[in-house]
């Protein structure tokens, strides 16, 4: 093992080292939050794709390949085609309206500022739970290479994270990202997909070895498919972590088919993670957790040094989105609720260097308070699903709607928001936090009080649509030092 310590090793102290680099390039906001909104079609792509392939998709889609087969590539296959919805129809006007949140688009579509505080509530709960998520399967990770406990694995790996966050920002991160992604494709796809699948004797032997639904499209079951269709491919279009993401492109091209190979490339994970699971059905058929697939084929199946390539490449998921869930809840924290109090109480605004190290502070705040959540927290499904039922019940429909419906109203907005949020909450109490029913109809009622609000309202102020319009355009930039890019 010591071999795959030492991979390890340096590849955490690689980690920190581009923290420190990226430190030099974040001097000013634009730079700190969304890498100076500079990214190429390679470097975005590969970092969309990094931050989306987390822990769940990697440790988790191995996990439902083992317990259903090929059919348990549904979650990070949906996953994928969520990305290609968001690239292809979403992003570029995404990308041209120049802000940092979710909460700031809100307030420039509907004005008034009254839909962004409240929005950006549930989007910080939905960051502080992804990034928590995240966070606890560093305690599988590093149990596996140290036998390590929990608490202090969990501290160690969210420390990691949290230092070179701190330290560069969104530029660290990107950095980092592509790293990461470069990793899991070679961890993953080429060294242990193929060593899976000979390890188990081939498909035939797969074949022959297992019940027929393993090799099911649609085994995992209609229900569940639709299911992770409302939970995760609408929680691509409108979640803070991967918006923050396209704020970094360098212009709509990129956004559109930088975003489209991303998702495109999901879709190559998402069958790859049910192979190796269902490889792990065959040589190991009484796991006591599916969730324990990935690591025990790793563990057991290949040799010293490839060993610690894969699970570098499983430390990469679970870091990408780690840290994208981390500087996403930081933003939020900062920009739509910390600076919204402050205006209320009549502070004076922060200078740009202020800014930086303004929101340098939010990352570090908001990871000591990931890490302690994290260790106190056990149950990963159970979190993940609480954020994306509030992200999704509260918050698609009044995004989606001001990005495709002008008769939206604010009040309907605020309606849509926190009737859909309260019938989530109040659905889950009902019939518990696993159960589908919660974001069925709080999305149902989420859609009916902005409908029938929004009708019954005034019609957004004209003024307030011009501006939206200027700014979907790509007319109005975000500081004067950050003129309109020319179209591409």
Same mark, same amino acid.
């Given at each position: ?6 991979v390890?090793v ?7 080292? /581009?923290? !420190? ?45 083992? *317990? ?5 590539? !549904? /979650? ?18 995404i ?23 409240i ?24 149990d ?10 969990? #501290? ?5 994270v ?8 969104? !530029? ?7 790293? *990461?992604?470069?990793v ?37 079951g209609?229900?569940?498919?639709f ?17 923050? %993401?396209v ?13 489209t190979?991303?998702?495109?490339y ?40 490839v %060993? ?15 840290s994208?869930?981390?500087?996403a ?13 402050? %205006? ?35 149950? #990963?499904?159970?979190?993940?699903t ?18 495709? !419906? ?40 989420s859609l009916?009080?902005?409908l ?19 700014r ?17």
């Amino acid at each position: 093992m010591a071999v795959d310590y030492t991979v390890i090793v340096v590849y955490l102290a690689g980690m920190l080292a /581009m923290g !420190w680099w990226g430190m030099r390039r974040a001097r000013s906001k634009s730079e700190f939050l969304v890498a100076g909104r500079r990214l190429g079609p390679a470097m975005y792509s590969g970092t969309m794709a990094a931050i989306v392939l987390g822990g769940a998709s990697t440790i988790g889609g191995v996990g439902l390949g083992y *317990q259903y087969g090929l059919s348990g590539a !549904w /979650m990070v296959f949906t996953i994928g085609l969520g990305l290609l919805a968001l690239s292809v129809f979403f992003s570029a006007r995404i990308a041209r309206l120049k802000v940092y949140t979710v909460s700031e688009m809100l307030d420039l579509r509907y004005g008034g500022g009254r839909a962004g505080i409240i929005s950006g509530v549930v989007m910080w709960a939905y960051t502080l739970m992804l990034a928590v998520t995240s966070t606890i399967a560093y305690a599988t990770i590093f149990d596996v290479l140290f036998d390590m406990n929990r608490a202090v694995a969990i #501290v160690l790996g969210g420390s990691i994270v949290v230092a070179y966050s701190t330290l560069g920002g969104m !530029w660290s991160i990107t950095l980092t990202d592509m790293v *990461q992604f470069v990793v899991k494709t070679i961890g993953v796809l080429l060294l242990l997909l193929p060593i899976a699948v000979v390890k188990a004797g081939g498909f035939g032997e797969m074949k022959a070895q297992l019940p027929t639904g393993y090799f099911d499209p649609l085994g995992i079951g209609g229900e569940t498919i639709f299911t992770y269709v409302l939970i995760y491919t609408f929680g691509m279009l409108i979640g803070q972590d991967i918006w923050q %993401r396209v704020f970094t492109a360098r212009g709509d091209r990129t956004a559109k088919w930088g975003g489209t190979v991303a998702g495109t490339y999901c879709l190559v994970y998402a069958l790859a993670g049910a192979v190796i699971g269902t490889a792990a059905k065959v040589l190991y058929p009484k796991l006591g957790s599916p969730d324990d697939a990935f690591a025990t084929i790793v563990k057991d199946e290949l040799p010293v040094g490839v %060993r610690g390539l894969v699970l570098a490449a499983a430390l990469a998921a679970v870091m990408s989105t780690s840290s994208g869930a981390l500087i996403a809840c930081a933003t939020v924290a900062n920009n739509d609720i910390w600076s919204r109090l402050r %205006r209320i109480g009549k502070a004076a605004p922060s200078a740009e260097h202020d800014e930086v190290k303004g929101n340098r502070a939010f990352i570090l705040l908001m990871g000591v308070a990931v890490i302690a959540t994290a260790i106190a927290i056990d149950d #990963v499904v159970q979190a993940l699903t609480v954020a994306y039922n509030l992200l999704v019940g509260g918050l698609l429909v009044p995004i989606l709607g001001g990005l495709v !419906w002008k008769r939206g109203t604010v009040h309907g907005a605020l309606a849509s928001v926190v009737v859909g949020g309260l019938a989530v909450i109040t659905l889950m109490a009902t019939y518990g936090i696993l159960a589908n029913e919660p974001v069925y109809y709080g999305l149902l009622a989420s859609l009916a009080a902005y409908l029938v609000v929004s009708l019954a309202t005034p019609a957004t102020d004209t003024a307030v649509l011009a501006a939206w319009r200027e700014r979907l355009a790509g007319r109005s930039p975000e500081l004067a030092s950050e003129p309109v890019a020319a179209p591409q």
